[in-house]
Nanobody
Framework: QVQLVESGGGLVQARGSVRLSCTAS??????????VGWFRQAPGKEREFVAA????????RYAESVLGRFTISRDGTKNSVSLQMDSLKSEDTAVYFC?????????????????WGQGTQVTVSQ
């Protein structure tokens, strides 16, 4: 079973940048063949879709709230997917999770994803 591990979170100032990574362990081929999505959960709120990228990196999808500020990409050789987060705002503060999607349509529905990582905290200060 593929285990996903998120990294790169931390404390960052508003208008700053941070880069998150989602790395797969075990069964590398499985990770490369699936869409990967990033979600986030702020305190007291439900988990929400952030971005997704298809198996070869040719298609991406973003939530309206991060469009133009976040960039999702994947490095097949490293078996990882990155989320570059720029122009951060306080409302971006959340725990960020990555997961694999069962289908290939870059869904924004949480139920379509599996193999969730443990998450990494991103805190944006004013």
């Amino acid at each position: 079973q593929v285990q996903l591990v998120e990294s790169g979170g931390g404390l960052v100032q508003a208008r700053g940048s941070v880069r998150l990574s989602c790395t797969a362990s075990y069964t590398m081929g499985w990770f490369r063949l699936n869409t990967v999505g990033w979600f986030r959960q702020a305190p007291g709120k439900e988990r929400e879709f952030v971005a997704a990228i298809n198996w070869n990196g040719g298609r991406t999808r973003y939530a309206e709230s991060v469009l133009g500020r976040f960039t999702i990409s994947r490095d097949g050789t490293k078996n990882s997917v990155s989320l570059q987060m720029d122009s951060l705002k306080s409302e971006d503060t959340a725990v960020y999770f990555c997961a694999l999607q069962k289908g290939g349509d870059l869904s924004d529905e949480e139920d379509e994803y599996f193999n969730w990582g443990q998450g990494t905290q991103v805190t944006v200060s004013q």
